[in-house]
């Protein structure tokens, strides 16, 4: 399986734009990238996914590199709701569609 | 909004106790997954289901059986609970991939077993 790396934790002020960075160098060309949040005591929750280009929902925005070897999830203004611990996946067309959560990134919003 | 509601938040029983978490899905969606999550470790997959009366093992299985019986309900069991299965308990659903892109799953809320 390809691996992501992600920075262990993240800082941000409310209302501010927040970039998540996930690396990924050895994606493949049918890796699609997903973006999972986990709110504290939460089930995991559906941010975005994309394949080459960039991709906006109403959750986030998600800025894929042109080489694919990085990705960017924005969120253009945090809330406190925002807080939680950001996934970023790689899941292969046609493979196994189990979820594997590495360590992921910690988001602390700050009032 | 895709609904996914697991039986329980909490659960404690007793080790040797036959233990049934339930969840449902409202989504109509083909597959379905039971994850468990302990710190350190991420997310593991136990079981899954793509369809009716169909499952497929996990990376995880031993001690755990599962029941598709409806589209809409995906049942885990623990056959004889022990302590080493005290865990946060996951339920996923999704659609099936007929193209082979991987589609999005959804969480329910998760339930907390604790074997004592």
């Known amino acids: 399986d390809a691996k992501t790396t992600q920075p262990n934790s993240m800082e941000s002020n409310e209302e501010e734009p927040v970039h998540l960075p996930c690396n990924h160098s050895t994606i493949s060309g049918t890796d699609y990238i997903h973006w999972y949040r986990q709110l504290p005591s939460q089930g995991p929750e559906y941010v975005i996914h994309g394949l080459t280009s960039n991709v906006n929902n109403r959750m986030a925005s998600l800025a894929i590199a042109e080489d694919r070897k990085s990705s960017t999830l924005i969120l253009h203004r945090a809330t406190l709701r925002d807080a939680a611990v950001y996934y970023c996946i790689l899941l292969t067309q046609g493979g196994s569609e189990k979820l594997v959560f590495g360590k992921g990134t910690k988001l602390t919003v700050n009032p | 909004d895709v609904k996914v509601t697991q039986s329980s938040r909490y659960l404690v029983k007793r080790t040797g106790e036959k233990v049934f978490l339930e969840c449902v899905q409202d989504m109509d969606h083909e597959n379905m997954f039971w994850y468990r999550q302990d710190p350190g470790l991420g997310l593991r997959l136990i079981y899954f289901?793509?369809?009716?009366?169909?499952?497929e093992k996990g990376d995880i299985p031993e001690g755990y059986s599962v029941s598709r019986e409806k589209k809409e309900r995906f049942s885990l069991i623990l056959e004889s609970a022990s302590t080493n299965q005290t865990s946060m308990y996951l339920c996923?659903?999704?659609?099936?991939?007929?193209?082979?892109?991987?589609?999005?799953?959804?969480f329910g809320p998760g339930t907390r077993l604790t074997v004592t």
């Open positions: 996923a659903s999704s659609l099936f991939p007929l193209s082979g892109q991987p589609y999005e799953q959804y």
């Open positions: 289901s793509y369809d009716v009366k169909m499952k």
